[in-house]
Each structure stands twice: as structure tokens, then as C-alpha cells.
């Protein structure tokens, strides 16, 4: 079965790579990815897992809805576009003639980041029923507290950004209203912390290897694939106006401005 889903994966990433070739627009490898892992936990769950039903059915329906809902957000964002995106558009000139290449394998690498990115969902789905302890309700009620405050707090951070951009006199401000207010990506921080749900989930299940993946998300958004980029755009493209922001605001943590 995981193989079968590998093969999925390379196959929407193909897919997405052909559609990218002739509209030179790389960004929809950031809704594929989302995408392929929302259909690699539904179809496990359905398919694969011999978890308990309770475990399966908040697997399959809340990590379904919370990357459907980061794919529409992604496909929202690369449809309103008119250029490509900043990041991919410098590799695409650091590829030169080879970029066709290039971004097959970037493609193809991002097959592998949803299978790593999976592994929570599918390992906790193929635990057998008989190796969950008593704690299971509980774990899961805490999971689900976490996952609807985290999909509750993104989601309003995602909106309130979208609609700040369609504002034509926005351009050249930054935002500090809203969640914004107390955060400089309350989006990255609340996906962070809906990772968390997962090693809660398998403390009922006596996995405890499933921790690294709040570090591991934390590691990406915090020095690789999240803010560095977007505190880079931000600066070049708002310059004294950003800085203050950033004077003023926690990075990434929400809390109180300074005054």
C-alpha cells in the first residue's frame, strides 16, 4: 500500500511538473504537495489502517479537512498570481537551460517530502487495535482540540492576510491587525503547532518517535522553507515600513507588541 501511494505521489508531482513546463508558473508544486497528502491519509485511512475506528476516522477526517484546506488556500493564492513566485522564479534563472530538469527533480523531491510528511497519519493508522491502551479517548479528544484550534487560528490568519492583499492601497504596507497583530507569521505558528496533535495521538499507542515532527516542522519554517524567505520579501519589498513591524513584533510566537 505505501508503495502504491508513493507511486501516486510521483504520479500528481509528474502531472504538476508537465503543467508547470508550459506555464512557468512553479508555485502549484506548493498545492500538489498539500494535495497528495491529504489523499495519502483519506485513502489510508479508508483503505489501510488497522487502528481502532475511533483513530482512523479523526485521522482521516481531520488531517483530510486541515490539508484540503491548506491546498485551496495554495490554489486561491497561485490562481490570483499574475507572476510566478519570487522563490521559484530564482531557481528557475539559477537553472538556466537545464531549469526543465531542474524542476522535474525539485518535482520529484517533493514526492519524497509528502511521503515523509505522511508518515505520522500512516504510521499511527497501521498500529493493530490491540496495541492502544485505555488512553485512547482521551488522546484523541486532546489531538482534536489541538487540530481545531490550530485549523481555527491559520485559517483566520490565511484570510485576514488574503483580504489585506486585495485592498489595491495595501500595497507597500504590511499588516498588523488581527492575529497579525501579535505575531509576524501566525500562519507558520499555528501550522507548527497542529503537528503536536500526532505524537499526542501515539502516546496511547506507546510511540513516542513521532516527536520529531514538531521539530522537524519548526526546524523548516524557522530556518529553511518559511520565514527566512518571507522576512527577506518582506524587507526588500517594505523596507523602513517592515522593520518597525519587526520592531515591534514577535516573529513568531503570538504575544503583545511592544508599544
Request: proline share 5%; net charge positive; with cysteine.
Amino acid at each position: 500500500m505505501l508503495l502504491n501511494l508513493l507511486v501516486l505521489n510521483i504520479f500528481i508531482m509528474f502531472c504538476s511538473w508537465l503543467l508547470v513546463t508550459y506555464n512557468r508558473r512553479a508555485g502549484l508544486v506548493d498545492v500538489a504537495w498539500s494535495f497528495s497528502i491529504a489523499l495519502n491519509v483519506m485513502i489510508a485511512a479508508w483503505v489501510m489502517g488497522t487502528a481502532p475506528l475511533m483513530v482512523r476516522m479523526f485521522l482521516g477526517i481531520a488531517s483530510g479537512i486541515w490539508f484540503l484546506r491548506l491546498t485551496w488556500h495554495l490554489l486561491r493564492r497561485y490562481v490570483n498570481e499574475t507572476h510566478e513566485d519570487t522563490r521559484y522564479a530564482n531557481m528557475r534563472r539559477a537553472m538556466g537551460g537545464y531549469q526543465h530538469l531542474g524542476f522535474l527533480a525539485f518535482f520529484m523531491f517533493q514526492a519524497g517530502l509528502v511521503a515523509l510528511f505522511s508518515y505520522p497519519m500512516l504510521k499511527l493508522l497501521s498500529i493493530p487495535t490491540q496495541q492502544w491502551n485505555d488512553w485512547t479517548p482521551y488522546t484523541v479528544l486532546v489531538a482534536a482540540i489541538i487540530m481545531a484550534l490550530s485549523l481555527i487560528g491559520e485559517s483566520t490568519a490565511d484570510q485576514q492576510l488574503y483580504r489585506f492583499k486585495l485592498n489595491p492601497q495595501n500595497k507597500g504596507k504590511t499588516l498588523n491587525r488581527g492575529l497579525w497583530k501579535y505575531s509576524r507569521h501566525p500562519n507558520y505558528f499555528f501550522e507548527w503547532l497542529h503537528w503536536f496533535a500526532y505524537p499526542i495521538l501515539g502516546l496511547a499507542a506507546g510511540l513516542y518517535s513521532l516527536w520529531i515532527y514538531p521539530l522537524l516542522m519548526w526546524l523548516f519554517l524557522y530556518y529553511i522553507t518559511g520565514i527566512p524567505f518571507s522576512e527577506q520579501q518582506a524587507l526588500a519589498h517594505r523596507g523602513d515600513n517592515y522593520k518597525d513591524y519587526q520592531r515591534r513584533t514577535p516573529m513568531f510566537i503570538p504575544w503583545p507588541p511592544k508599544e
